[in-house]
């Protein structure tokens, strides 16, 4: 396993292989991250992964400084699942003094996270297609636990003919259904345990759905009440029930079925997850 810091000597390793699967991720790895390792290796033959915690996508109150490092760990775990590549710029070498582009998405980063988190998806479309131009992946691997994450970058792929595929997988989670984060670590025992109401409250509109529900506004409320039953849950920052592609909220689940969404703090410690149903 190579461990490259620098674009030149990154894309002088990348010519070794005719087809490479991508991992952009921000370190502090967990069984989500691997999961597309895995698949990427297999999928590809050779599996790249960078290691990036991205200035640009964090508010300037948001918890850049002291999100979850831990290099080693993560270098040990990429060691053993086979990973060919790993990519671990510094912000020099990302962003040197100048740089001034950057690439905006349009509508679909406006509502949800848009909303509460300006610029975020600013900053994640201007990195990832940076990583994308310095890796060149024939396919690039993102878990379906970012879910407006994974439509901005598939509309800002689909909308810059970039040349690779975009895969997205399964949210991958703990026994109790919390979909695992890097920002789980954040959380005191109390708050961990009430964490679990997420994909709770997700399961209860899901299987409204399945007894044939289809007013958006009934599911939204199902999020509410769940959310609103866990007393270390605050009031949620959304309850979200939009359609897959635009992420525009529905009046009616159609035949195109819906992205149940959800944002909730939990102390300090904001926490998304989501379901689809239907489609
Ligand atoms: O999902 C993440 O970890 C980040 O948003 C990404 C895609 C690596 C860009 O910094």
Do not use: W
């Amino acid at each position: 396993m190579d461990v490259i810091p620098t674009i030149a000597a990154f894309r002088q390793a990348r010519t070794r292989y005719p087809t490479l699967g991508l991992v952009p991720t921000m370190g502090f790895l967990h069984e989500g991250h691997l999961s597309l390792v895995r698949r990427a290796k297999q999928e590809c033959g050779a599996a790249a992964v960078s290691i990036f915690v991205n200035p640009t996508q964090f508010g300037p109150r948001e918890d850049f400084s002291t999100y979850p490092r831990d290099m080693e760990r993560d270098l040990a775990q990429l060691r053993s699942l086979g990973t060919d590549l790993v990519f671990t710029p510094d912000v020099n070498e990302v962003y040197p003094p100048g740089h001034a582009t950057g690439v905006d998405v349009g509508v679909v980063t406006e509502p949800l996270e848009g909303a509460v988190r300006p610029g975020h998806f600013r900053g994640v479309a201007t990195v990832v297609c940076k990583l994308f131009n310095i890796t060149q992946p024939t396919r690039a691997y993102f878990g379906q636990k970012d879910a407006q994450q994974t439509v901005v970058i598939r509309k800002m792929v689909r909308d810059l003919d970039m040349p690779l595929e975009v895969v997205i997988c399964p949210t991958v989670r703990e026994a109790d259904g919390l979909a695992m984060s890097s920002r789980n670590t954040y959380l005191a025992p109390a708050e961990r345990q009430a964490a679990a109401v997420l994909y709770r409250a997700l399961r209860a509109a899901e299987k409204r759905f399945a007894a044939g529900e289809r007013n958006a506004e009934a599911l939204r409320d199902v999020l509410r009440t769940t959310i609103a039953g866990e007393p270390v849950a605050a009031a949620p920052d959304y309850v979200s029930v939009a359609d897959r592609d635009t992420l525009r909220e529905l009046q009616t689940v159609t035949d195109g079925g819906a992205l149940l969404s959800l944002a909730v703090r939990f102390g300090k410690t904001r926490l998304i997850d989501n379901i689809v149903v239907g489609g």
